[in-house]
């Protein structure tokens, strides 16, 4: 890799992008725009600034990731989900840049009980699912080496998401009511941005002198990559509240009832399967996701040290 090589990494206040910076520093200059730099609503910045930079590796995990409010702002998600990878894999193309992309599990239909491969049909059900596969088929399309990896119920220490909700509201009430019947895997933003610093690495030693996008003409494409293992949301909240309580048996902690989707209706209808197949990963890059039991164990022991127990009672 040229000891020049400049990456643009998009979204890095989000969970995934704030996990990812640390990562990317060692394969050389990362570019982090400002909001003020870039709206991904207006494509027009960020073409110029693709210009200007003219990155090796665009890593893109900005999105408008609010799903429900999706169903009611369609034109600003389709904008930043879909118009503006479509302008990324564009530049990209022309500059002969490398574009890792991040999907979603909403990409589906839900239908069956088995694990979805990269090559089964899609059916998203709702606006944000429509616009993720919009933009993943616009990066397609453009004709840019690319990396598109699908993930699914993303969480870590910080950010916006299901765990720090939960643990927030089982502090707070004496009973939650949470989804029982919609299956599929946390993923930790950590381990999504350990696997794409890996994948980095590999395809960079894979170049060696030829131009990467030349050597990654084989490997782009769709890869599921979401935690290994599979759970429910009621699931995933009883074993955060249950490692909780070990932590400190102290702790005062919410009873959990589960419940049906059909008694939290929700503006945006969710793949009651969400189960991804990571095999495509692991046999092309050598990389398995963190089992989420594991990793959930992980952010809870990062919480406790950020935020000791006392301080959160
Ligand atoms: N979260 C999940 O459960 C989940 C599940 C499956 C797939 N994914 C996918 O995984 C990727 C990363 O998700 P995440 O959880 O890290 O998302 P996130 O925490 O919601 O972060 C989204 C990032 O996108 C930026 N962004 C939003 N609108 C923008 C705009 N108009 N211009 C520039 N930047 C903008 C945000 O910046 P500000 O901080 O300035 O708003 C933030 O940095 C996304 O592609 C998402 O679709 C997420």
């Known amino acids: 890799m040229p000891s020049n090589a400049r990456i643009l990494l998009t979204g890095a206040t989000g969970q995934v992008g704030s996990e990812l910076l640390p990562l990317l520093e060692p394969f050389g200059n990362v570019i982090v725009p400002s909001r003020a730099e870039i709206d991904l609503a207006n494509p027009d910045s960020l073409r110029e600034l693709i210009r200007s930079v003219?990155?090796?590796?665009?890593?893109?995990?900005?999105?408008?990731?609010?799903?429900?409010?999706?169903?009611?702002?369609?034109?600003?998600?389709?904008?930043?989900?879909?118009?503006?990878?479509?302008?990324?894999?564009?530049?990209?193309?022309?500059?002969?840049?490398?574009?890792i992309h991040f999907s979603t599990d909403y990409v589906f239909d839900g239908s069956g009980t088995t694990p979805y491969t990269e090559t089964d049909p899609t059916g998203p059900q709702s606006v944000y699912g429509a616009s993720?596969?919009?933009?993943?088929?616009a990066l397609i399309a453009s004709g840019a080496a690319h990396l598109i990896f699908r993930t699914s119920w993303v969480y870590g220490a910080t950010g916006k998401n299901f765990l720090l909700t939960i643990l927030k509201l089982a502090r707070e009430r004496d009973t939650l009511r949470i989804v029982a019947d919609q299956h599929g895997a946390p993923t930790w933003s950590r381990d999504l941005a350990r696997m794409t610093a890996h994948v980095i690495h590999q395809c960079e030693a894979l170049a060696g002198v030829r131009p990467l996008s030349e050597a990654l003409a084989s490997l782009s494409g769709i890869y599921h990559a979401a935690g290994s293992g599979e759970t429910t949301w009621h699931g995933f909240a009883a074993e955060a509240v249950r490692l909780q309580r070990e932590r400190d048996p102290e702790s005062k902690l919410a009873t959990l009832h589960p419940i049906l989707t059909s008694e939290y209706p929700t503006p945006a209808k969710r793949p009651v399967n969400s189960r991804m197949s990571c095999e495509k990963l692991a046999h092309r890059f050598g990389w398995t996701m963190m089992d989420w039991q594991q990793s959930l164990q992980d952010v809870l022991a990062e919480l406790s040290v950020t935020q000791p127990a006392e301080a959160t009672r």
């Open 54 to 99: 003219r990155p090796r590796w665009i890593v893109n995990p900005a999105a408008y990731t609010a799903v429900d409010k999706a169903e009611s702002e369609p034109d600003l998600a389709y904008a930043i989900n879909a118009e503006a990878v479509k302008a990324i894999g564009e530049e990209a193309s022309a500059i002969g840049a490398t574009v």
């Open 132 to 137: 993720k596969l919009a933009g993943e088929q």
